[in-house]
C-alpha cells in the first residue's frame, strides 16, 4: 500500500482518473449484458449552451445516481447528447454572419444560411458537454447523441407523419405567442415574465340606445383597436339589464355589445373588462364562447394594422401614447394610476411579446393526453416528490393543443409538400418521396421548422435507435448496438426541473406511450432550483450567476458535486451561498465545508495508510472483544443503511450529511482518536476494523465525490480493478450491535460532560486533568471500569477515580450529570480558585456594564426609529451576545463557590 502526498490535490486526481475510467471502458453499457439494465437519457443542454449552477446539479444527481446503479451490479447507459436549440442557435447565427459577411438571412437564402449554420454549430457546439467530463460524469460517450444527427432526423419526421396519418396533427388559427423582433411563434418556456413599472387606465365606453356607459381598465390601451365586445359577470347585478345590449367603441366609433361571461371578476373596477379576442389569451377564449369576431389591431412586426384606422402603421407603443392623447381630448381617459405588473417577454431577444392570432401547425393533445393520464394517475411513472405527479394530472385534464410550427430555418423542416397545380397536400419524409407523390406537379415544401420541443418529446426512445435500432442503435464509429431500445427502455430515472414537467416530460410520456408503447421512464426526480443567497434568479447577465467550471477550479469537482447534492432537498430551492463579486465566487461557506470534508477524509486516511505499512491487514474478525471496534462497525452499518435507503428515497441531501456526520465525527473524532494508543501498542484487530471502515467508507463516497475515492481506494490494496465499479456496500445486520452502541453513546456523554468541565475550569487541553466519577448503576460501572483507557484518551486525565454515587462528591471540584454518572472535576492544583473567582468576577463586571449600555441605546426611542436597520440589529445581536456570556460566567462562578 502505497503513501498518501501530504495534502490532497484535486486537479491532478481528477485528470488521471477520469482518463483512466474512460480507457478501461467503464462507461459503456452493452445491449447484451445480462445484469439487470439501469439507465439515464440526459435532458439534452443546447448545443452552443456552456454549463450553469442547474446543469451542474442536475449531472451531480445523473452521476451520482448512475454511479451507485453501476456499484449496485446494474447494466449502466447513461446517452448524453445536445438539442439543437432551434430558435436560439439560429439568433446566434445570424448574429456571427451579419458581423462577418454584414448580411441578413434573406439575403444570403435558406440553403446558403444552413449550411454556414451546422459549420457554425460544429465548431461551437458540444462544449457543454466536455465541462460534464470536468464534473467527473460517467456517461457512455460512444452513444453522444444530437437531435440533427441522421437518425434522429429521421425519428423526428416519422413521428409527424405518424401523428399526421392519425389525424392528429392540422393547420389552423390560435391565439399563439408571437415574437416581433425574432418574427417566429415561441412556447410558453420561452417567455420570462418581467416585472415592469407602467400603468393602469381607466377608459370610458359610451353606451349607445339607453345602455349604461362601461368603464375598463387596462394596461395596454392600444388593443383598444381590436375590441369586439364588453363583458361582465352575469352574476354581477349592477350590469344585469345591459346583458346583450351595446357601448360605442371610442376613437373608432365602432358598435360592439355587452356580453354576460364568467371570466370578469365581479370586484375588480367597474366589473367590466373590454374584449379582445386577436391579443389576449383569455380574451380569446370568451370569444370563442360567444362568437365574437376576431379584429387584428397589432400585426407581426408589431405595428398596427389597417384594423387600427387612423393609427395604422404607428409602432405599438407609440400607438399607446395617441390613443391615450386622443381619449383624454374627447375626455373618455378616467383616471391613470401607477401599476407594477408581470408582462412576457421572450427570453432570447428580450422583446415584449405579441399574443396574435395566426394559422399554424398544431396537434391534437386530448387523445395522447387521456392514453397517459392512468400513468400518471396510477403512479406507474413515479415522481419524486410525489406532487408533482398531482400537478401533471391537472395538467394533463385541461390540456390545449399544441402549437408545433416556428417560423425559423434552422430545425426540423416540416415534412408537408405542397402542389402547385392541384392544392395536394402530401406528407413525406424525404424529397425522393415528395417527387415519387407528385410526379410531373411541380411542388414546394413547407417553410416552416418544427417547434424544437417536437424533437425533445421522443429523447429517450429515439437516442435507443427508434424507429430502427438495428440502423440507429448508435454506438459510435460507425458501430450500432440493435438491442438498445430493447434493452434500456423504458429507460431508469429522468432527473429534470420543474419547470419543463409538462412542456417536456408529460410530451415524452405521450409519444413513449403512442410509439413505444411503453412508459418512457420509471422515475421522475424534480431537483429544486438554484437561487441566489437571497433568494433571486441566477442571472449571469445580471451580475448574479456563477461559473459551475470556477467552482470546480476553486475547490475541484468532488467537492463541487458534494456542495451541491448537501443542499439538494425535496422541499426547498437552494440558495447557493457564494459571494459574488462582479460574477466571481469570493468564496462560498458550504464549498468550504465540503472541501474541508474531503481534506479530512484524504488525513483519516493517509493516517491509516502510515498506520497499516505495506500490508494489508487480515479480514474482520467475527468476534470484536474491544467496544470501540464493535460500536465503530455497527455504526457504520447503520451508515450503509441509512444512506441507501436516503438514496433510494432520491433524499441526496441526507445521504451526504450522513456520510458527513459518520466519517468526520464518529470515524475521524473519535474512533480514530481511541485507535491511536492501540495503534502504538501493536493491536492487529484495530488495524482490519479501519481498513474495513475506511474501504467502506470509501465505496459510500464514490457516487458523490468519485475522484478523491479512487485515489484512496487504489492505495489500500482492495479487491476488484476500481472503486467506480466496486460492489456497493450492503447492511449486514450480524454486525449491528445495538448494545455496543447504547454503551458508547453514554461514555461519549460522560467524555463532552468532562471536557465542558475543563472548558469552564479555564484548563488548558495541554494539561493533563483528574476526573471522578460516581456512578449510580453497577452496569455503568462496569462499563466506565473497561474504558477508563478510552477516557483517559478523550479526556486527557493521568486518573479516573471510580466509585458508587454512595461516595459522595470529592472536596472543591466542578461538578455536571452525565445520564446516570455524576462527573467531578478535582480543582486542586489545576486553578488558584480564589484567584480564579475574582478573575471571572471583574470579567462579569466589565460584561453587566457593557449589557446595561447595550439596552440604554434599546431603550432610546429616537435611537431605535432613526438609526438604520442594520445598526439596530447590531445592537440587538450584542445584547443576546452579553446575555450568554453573564450566564456562562455566573455558572463558571457557581462551580467555584464554596
Known sequence: MAELAKNYDPHATEAKWYAWWEERGYFHGRADDPRPPACITIPPPNVTGTLHMGHALQHAIHDALARWARMRGHNVCVVPGVDHAGIGTQIKVSAYLYETTGQQPHEIGREAWLREAHAWAARNGGGILKQLRALGCSYDWRRERYTLDDGYYHAVLTAFRRFYERGWIYRGERLVNWCPVCQTVISDLEVEQNEVTGALWTLRYPGLNGAPDVLVTTSRPETMLGDTAVAVNPRDERWTAAHGQQVLLPLLDRPIPIVADDYPDPAFGSGAVKVTPAHDPNDWEIGVRHGLPVLQAIGPDGKITAVGGPYAGLDRYEARQRVLADLAERGLLVKEEAYTHSVPHHDRCHTAIEPLPMEQWFVKMRDLADAVLPWYREGRIQFHPDRFREYGVEWLESIRDWCISRQLWWGHRIPIYYGQQSGRVVCALSDEEARAAFGDEPYRQEEDVLDTWFSSALWPFAVLGWPDPSQYGYLGGGQVDAGSLATWHPTTWMITARDILYLWVARMAMTAQEFVGQIPFQHVVVHPTIQTKDGQRMSRSLGTGIDPLELIAQYGADATRLMLLIQCSTTQDIRFDAEIVNNQIERSATADTC????????????????????????????????????????????????????????????????????????????????????????????????????????????????????????????????????????????????????????????????????????????????????????????????????????????????????????????????????????????????????????????????????????????????????????????????????????????????
Open 595 to 898: 472541501r474541508n470534508f474531503l481534506n479530512k477524509i484524504w488525513n483519516a486516511a493517509r493516517f491509516v495508510l502510515l498506520n497499516l505499512g505495506d500490508q494489508r491487514p487480515a479480514a474482520l474478525p467475527t468476534a470484536l472483544p474491544e467496544l470501540a471496534d464493535r460500536w465503530i462497525v455497527s455504526r457504520y452499518q447503520g451508515a450503509v443503511a441509512e444512506l441507501t435507503a436516503a438514496l433510494e428515497a432520491y433524499r441526496f441531501d441526507e445521504a451526504v450529511k450522513g456520510l458527513y456526520e459518520f466519517v468526520w465525527t464518529e470515524f475521524c473524532d473519535w474512533y480514530i482518536e481511541l485507535a491511536k494508543p492501540r495503534l502504538r501498542a501493536g493491536d492487529a484487530a484495530v488495524r482490519s476494523v479501519l481498513w474495513h471502515v475506511l474501504e467502506g467508507v470509501l465505496r459510500l463516497l464514490q457516487p458523490f465525490a468519485p475522484f478523491l475515492s479512487e485515489e484512496i481506494w487504489q492505495q489500500l490494496g482492495a479487491d476488484g480493478e476500481a472503486c467506480l465499479v466496486a460492489p456497493w456496500p450492503t447492511a449486514e445486520p450480524a454486525r449491528r450491535d445495538r448494545a455496543a452502541e447504547a454503551a458508547f453513546a453514554q461514555l461519549q456523554e460522560v467524555v463532552r460532560v468532562s471536557r465542558n468541565l475543563r472548558v469552564q475550569a479555564g484548563v488548558e487541553d495541554r494539561v493533563t486533568i483528574h476526573l471522578a466519577l460516581r456512578a449510580k448503576s453497577a452496569d455503568d460501572r462496569e462499563l466506565l471500569a473497561t474504558t477508563a483507557g478510552y477516557l483517559q484518551t478523550l479526556v486527557r486525565c493521568h486518573e479516573v477515580d471510580l466509585a458508587e454515587a454512595a461516595a459522595g462528591a470529592p472536596e472543591q471540584a466542578l461538578a455536571a450529570v452525565a445520564g446516570g454518572v455524576d462527573v467531578y472535576l478535582p480543582l486542586a492544583g489545576l486553578v488558584d480558585v480564589a484567584a480564579e473567582r475574582e478573575r471571572l468576577g471583574k470579567e462579569r463586571d466589565k460584561a453587566v456594564a457593557d449589557l446595561a449600555a447595550q439596552r440604554a441605546k434599546l431603550g432610546n426611542a429616537s435611537f431605535v426609529d432613526r438609526a438604520p436597520a442594520a445598526v439596530v440589529q447590531k445592537v440587538r445581536d450584542r445584547e443576546s451576545e452579553l446575555l450568554e456570556l453573564v450566564a456562562r460566567l455566573d455558572e463558571r462562578l457557581a462551580g467555584l463557590s464554596d
